[in-house]
């Protein structure tokens, strides 16, 4: 069982810049594929980058390529997600998560953390 922690979500204006990450309980990390999911109100939940378990290979949603930068540590158990040029329509519940297929589905998932972009 793994448990996954978000931090870093908040209010900022469109433009700036946002840096998520994601705790990973356990002593298996670099066994897991790992991604980031987004949720806006009223919409289904959708991808948004993912890592391979070595950290070499990325993915991005066509959204947020360019912008976004999904890394991570397995020293350190934690997963980032570095947000920049922000947009209004970047706001959502921002979910990490985790799992043994490179390419999903995830079996383990965090709690969320809100973003919110102002205009």
């Known amino acids: 069982q793994v448990q996954l922690v978000e931090s870093g979500g908040g209010l900022v204006q469109a433009g700036g810049s946002l840096r998520l990450s994601c705790a990973a309980s356990?002593?298996?990390?670099?066994?897991?594929?790992m991604g980031w999911f987004r949720q806006a109100p009223g919409q289904e939940r959708k991808f948004v980058a993912r890592i391979d378990k070595s950290g070499g290979s990325t993915y991005y949603a066509d959204s947020v390529e360019g912008r976004f930068t999904i890394s991570r540590d397995n020293a350190k158990n934690t997963v980032t997600l570095q947000m920049n040029s922000l947009k209004t329509e970047d706001t959502a519940v921002y979910y990490c998560a985790g799992g043994f297929r490179e390419l999903g589905p995830y079996d383990y998932w965090g709690q969320g953390t809100q973003v919110t972009v102002s205009s």
């Open positions: 356990g002593r298996t990390f670099s066994r897991y594929a």
